[in-house]
C-alpha cells in the first residue's frame, strides 16, 4: 500500500504522455475500432518476427547477453518519424518498442545475444488495458509465465538487462525472468527508458533478486521522449562499458 501511495505520486507528475496515447474517444466508430484491432495484429506479428530474425542473427560464441522487455504501445504511427515521444521508436516505417530499440542499438554496437523476455499471455497494446494490467500484476506480485527460457546462460558473463519503468519498478516478467536463474559471479548491467520516474528503485531490486552477481550502478536511463533521437547516446554508452 505504501509503494502504491508513492507511486501514485510519481504518477500523477506523469500524467505526462501516459493520456496522450490513451484510450480511444467515444466518438470512434466501429471502423476505427477495426483499423486499431489491424494495427495491433500487425504490431504483434512484426515484434515477433523481428524477435525470431533477432535470435537467428546471435551468435553461438558470445559472452554477452542482451535481454529485453517490451511493450510497443498501439498508437497512430502514421506520419510520425523518429521522435514518437511515446512507447514506440519508429524508423524507416519499422516500428518498435523503446526498449526493443535501445536493444538493437546495443547489439550493434558491442555485438552480443538478444533475448526478448516475452510472456504466454500477451500484454494487451491499448494505454488502458495495459496500464490497469500491470498494476494489478504488481498488486498480487504476479509472476506471469515466460514463453521461452534463455539456452546455454552458462555461457554469459555479463547479461544487460532492458525494461521499462511500470509503476515506479520493473514490470513483473522481469521478477520471474530474474528469478528463473542463477546469475551468480556474473555480471548485470540495468537498461530502461521511462517516462520521468528513471530507474525508481529497480537496480536495488535486481540485486536483492540477485545477491551474489554484480549489479551495475552505470545502467543507461533514458525518458521515453529522448529515446528515438538518443541513438548517439546509447551507442557511446555501449562503448564505454569496455566489454
Ligand atoms: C503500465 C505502464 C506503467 C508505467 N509507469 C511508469 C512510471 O511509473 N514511471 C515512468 O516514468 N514511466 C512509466 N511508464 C512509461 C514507460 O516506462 C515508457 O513508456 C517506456 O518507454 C515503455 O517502454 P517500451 O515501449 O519498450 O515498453 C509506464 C508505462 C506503462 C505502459
Known amino acids: ?22 484510450a480511444d474517444s467515444s466518438e470512434d466508430t466501429a471502423d476505427t ?8 495484429e500487425t504490431v504483434q506479428e512484426s515484434s515477433a518476427e523481428k524477435a525470431e530474425s533477432a535470435r537467428e542473427e546471435n551468435t553461438e560464441s ?10 510497443p504501445e498501439d498508437i497512430d504511427t ?5 521522435d514518437a515521444g511515446a512507447s514506440i521508436v ?19 554496437t558491442i555485438g552480443g545475444d538478444l533475448f526478448r523476455i516475452e510472456t504466454v499471455q500477451e500484454y494487451p497494446l491499448d494505454h488502458d488495458p495495459l496500464v490497469d494490467q500491470a498494476a494489478q500484476e504488481q498488486d ?20 544487460l538487462l532492458g525494461y521499462p519503468n511500470w509503476w515506479g519498478d520493473m514490470p513483473m516478467p522481469l521478477y520471474t525472468f530474474l528469478e528463473e536463474y542463477d546469475f551468480s559471479g556474473k555480471t548485470i548491467i540495468p537498461f530502461t527508458a521511462h517516462g520521468g520516474s528513471g530507474f525508481s528503485n529497480t ?7 540477485q545477491p551474489n552477481a554484480q549489479v551495475s550502478d552505470n545502467g543507461l536511463s533514458i525518458s521515453r521522449n529522448e529515446v528515438a533521437n538518443a541513438e548517439d547516446e ?6 564505454e562499458l569496455g566489454l
Open 1 to 22: 500500500m505504501k509503494k502504491k501511495t508513492m507511486i501514485l505520486l510519481t504518477v500523477s507528475a506523469l500524467t505526462f504522455g501516459m493520456t496522450a496515447c490513451g
Open 33 to 40: 475500432a477495426n483499423t486499431t484491432e489491424t494495427v495491433q
Open 62 to 71: 558470445s559472452n554477452i547477453l542482451i535481454a529485453y522487455f517490451s511493450v
Open 78 to 82: 502514421e506520419g510520425i518519424d523518429a
Open 90 to 108: 519508429v524508423k524507416e516505417g519499422e516500428v518498435m518498442g523503446n526498449l526493443e530499440y535501445m536493444s538493437q542499438v546495443i547489439q550493434q
Open 140 to 159: 498480487e506480485n504476479a509472476r506471469p509465465q515466460l514463453l521461452e527460457t534463455v539456452e546455454n546462460i552458462d555461457q554469459y558473463d555479463t547479461i
Open 203 to 209: 537496480v536495488a531490486t535486481i540485486q536483492e533478486l
Open 234 to 239: 546509447i551507442r557511446s554508452w555501449a562503448e
